[in-house]
């Protein structure tokens, strides 16, 4: 049974999160949504075992003991029934407090645990940096506070116990001595009274049942408390989705812009304006440039364009279609991204090119995606070729390698529109060359919105639309803006000065000659 509730509950848990909004995982620490799990799977399947182990005895006893009681001596069972309700009484107050003090331990555990993660899975950095002790310290210091906390925890328990089972044993007592004055008094004989004492010694056993399964239900409900709010989430963005297994792509017709913002202004946190009545337009098969400074709302604008957030005024269409109206599922297919960090999956070559294509991909099909994105040529080098396992987020490949994957995986999707984030860290120029031919693959007759870090890149599009503090500020062909003395010119200017000041304005364009 706790391996049915602990599928079950893993499963609606993924299922949540999953369908989750982008905005909502901005929040929260990889490492605490899934302590918030395991927590819960604990909790829970320990109240249902205890459940299931004690109550139908529990129930039986009671019945048996109460109504034996009552037939040789009615002020028996009365006193019984006053102890399940203290007893009870006595054990959720106990469990109240234990639950306050549970939250703040799990809340420690939690960070720790977001930490934990975040730690292992960036394990490079923290290496450079020499960052393991200050790592270690931050670390023990949660759980340390754990310590002191459980203590408290635990000393307040146990006095409460005492306390219950002092209340158990008054109690008993009384019981005891009636029937030993009434057996004095001749009322019950010896057999009787020696049955009777038996049978309250029996009462012992669902009292403390009871409050056992009390116990546990209560750490269940304190332990699952974190599982059920996210379980209950409701974010305040739900795009819509079509449901069918295989939704269809937005139809791209002629004549109309493939993309188009509609004075489309934007903040993250309702407060901080990152875009500002943004408006352009990308043709059917035309290459844009987004260029602006870092911070400028490029990766917002592709962010919005993805659905992964609602703008906050405006309209976005794609295929003449406001995205409001589109199913998220049918505007994400209808749109390949090559992300600037390529984001693999542990797994094998072969899975990470087939990713999110479907089991009706052929092997000659894949085979054709890796040739065109150049990947068959580091591929072939491997022992293993395309069962190659890649490691976590594709550790074992180089950053070039990932990127023609990750662009091979975006042929292999065929989507109709295109957003390239140009990769930032340098790769060597054989990689690079590489990579730039597969993207031209890529490209080829794909309307793409590129967020371009190279300035050959941009000299080579169709149109440029640079941004400065969330507003556009231009919007023309690389010889328009080179010719406009904006910021395409200026950064065409810094990059024939090329003295170090220029470079450091460059940087922070992101731009690299
Ligand atoms: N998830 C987020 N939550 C809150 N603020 C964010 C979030 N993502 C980005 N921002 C903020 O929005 C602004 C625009 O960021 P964005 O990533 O769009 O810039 P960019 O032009 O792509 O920069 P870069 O070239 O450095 O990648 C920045 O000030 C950034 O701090």
Redesign the pocket.
């Known amino acids: 049974m706790s391996a049915r509730m602990r599928q079950i509950l893993s499963s609606r848990y993924f299922a949540k999160l999953l369908s989750l909004p982008q905005s909502w995982f901005?929040e929260e620490l990889t490492g605490s949504i899934t302590s918030k799990l395991s927590r819960s799977i604990t909790n829970v399947t320990d109240f249902a075992k205890a459940f299931a182990n004690n109550f139908f005895t529990l129930l039986l006893t009671t019945a048996a003991v109460l109504v034996i009681s009552a037939w040789y001596y009615w002020p028996l069972t009365v006193l019984l029934g006053i102890i399940f309700p203290v007893y009870v009484w006595l054990t959720a107050l106990t469990s109240r407090h234990w639950q306050a003090r549970q939250q703040l331990i799990n809340e420690h555990i939690d960070t720790a645990g977001g930490r934990f993660q975040e730690v292992i899975s960036q394990i490079r950095v923290v290496k450079s940096f020499v960052t393991e002790r200050s790592e270690q310290r931050g670390f023990d210091e949660h759980y340390d506070q754990t310590v002191g906390v459980t203590k408290e925890q635990s000393t307040h328990w146990h006095l409460m116990d005492t306390l219950r089972r002092a209340v158990l044993n008054v109690v008993f007592f009384a019981i005891y001595a009636i029937i030993f004055v009434q057996t004095a008094r001749g009322v019950f004989s010896v057999g009787n009274m020696v049955m009777l004492i038996q049978l309250m010694a029996m009462a012992r056993q669902p009292v403390q049942q009871m409050s056992y399964i009390i116990d546990n239900a209560q750490r269940a409900v304190s332990g699952s408390k974190d599982y059920f709010e996210v379980m209950e989430t409701r974010p305040a963005y739900a795009p819509i989705v079509s449901g069918g297994s295989r939704p269809t792509r937005i139809s791209i017709d002629e004549g109309r812009p493939v993309v188009a913002f509609e004075d489309v202004s934007f903040s993250?946190?309702g407060k901080?304006q990152?875009l500002d009545g943004v408006g352009f337009e990308v043709g059917r098969g035309e290459r844009v440039a987004l260029v602006?400074?870092?911070?400028?709302?490029?990766?917002?604008?592709v962010n919005l364009l993805l659905g992964l957030y609602p703008a906050g005024s405006g309209t976005i269409r794609v295929g003449g279609r406001p995205t409001a109206e589109i199913p998220v599922d049918e505007l994400r297919r209808s749109i390949g991204v090559v992300f600037q960090d390529p984001s693999l999956f542990s797994g094998t070559i072969r899975e990470n090119i087939a990713y999110g294509a479907g089991s009706h991909v052929t092997e000659e099909e894949l085979l054709e995606a890796s040739r065109k994105a150049f990947a068959d040529r580091f591929v072939h080098r491997f022992p293993n070729g395309y069962d190659t396992l890649v490691g976590e987020r594709g550790i074992k490949l180089s950053g070039g390698q990932k990127q023609r994957i990750s662009i091979a995986r975006a042929i292999l999707k065929d989507a109709p529109i295109l957003v390239l984030d140009e990769a930032t860290s340098a790769l060597d120029t054989k990689s690079e060359r590489w990579v730039q031919a597969g993207l031209e693959s890529l490209m080829a007759g794909r309307t793409s919105l590129i967020?371009a870090h190279r300035l050959s890149t941009i000299s080579s599009v169709d149109r440029i639309v640079t941004?400065d503090q969330g507003r556009v500020d231009e919007i023309g062909t690389p010889a328009e803006l080179a010719a406009s003395g904006g910021i395409y010119a200026e950064l065409l200017a810094l990059q024939a000065a090329g003295s170090r000041a220029d470079r450091k304005r460059l940087a922070k364009f992101?731009i690299r000659m």
């Open positions: 901005d993250y946190d901080d990152v602006g400074e870092s911070g400028g709302g490029k990766s917002t604008i967020i941004l992101g």
